[in-house]
Nanobody, 116 residues
């Protein structure tokens, strides 16, 4: 069974940092691009960034350029999202998923709350 589990969210003050993890299983990690997405209250889900697992190249645009960085660890089949200089508007549920037609049903995500 294909699984992608996001974790690492929490409550942080504005200006702080968090690192989210996306643990994957059930598929060949290097065969797919993995993306981070988020959905803020009352808004549509948006894509943040995505990465090709096999060569760690950035596959899709970085919507939070300069503050968020996506990376992978193929040994652990895990994708990370390092988030720095967090702002209250970054408050959202963060999800990870396979990018493209092989995307699986969305998991629960991990909640990030940034206080001002």
């Amino acid at each position: 069974e294909v699984q992608l589990q996001a974790s690492g969210g929490g409550l942080v003050q504005a200006g702080g940092s968090l690192r989210l993890s996306c643990a994957t299983s059930g598929f060949t990690f290097d065969d797919y691009a993995i993306g981070w997405f988020r959905q803020a209250p009352g808004k549509e889900r948006e894509r943040i960034s995505c990465i090709n697992s096999y060569d760690r190249s950035i596959k899709c645009g970085d919507s939070v350029k300069g503050r968020f960085t996506i990376s992978t660890d193929s040994r652990k089949n895990t994708v990370y999202l390092q988030m720095n200089s967090l702002k209250p508007e970054d408050t959202a549920v963060y999800y990870c998923n396979i990018v493209g037609p092989n995307r699986v049903p969305w998991g629960q995500g991990t909640l990030v709350t940034v206080s001002s």
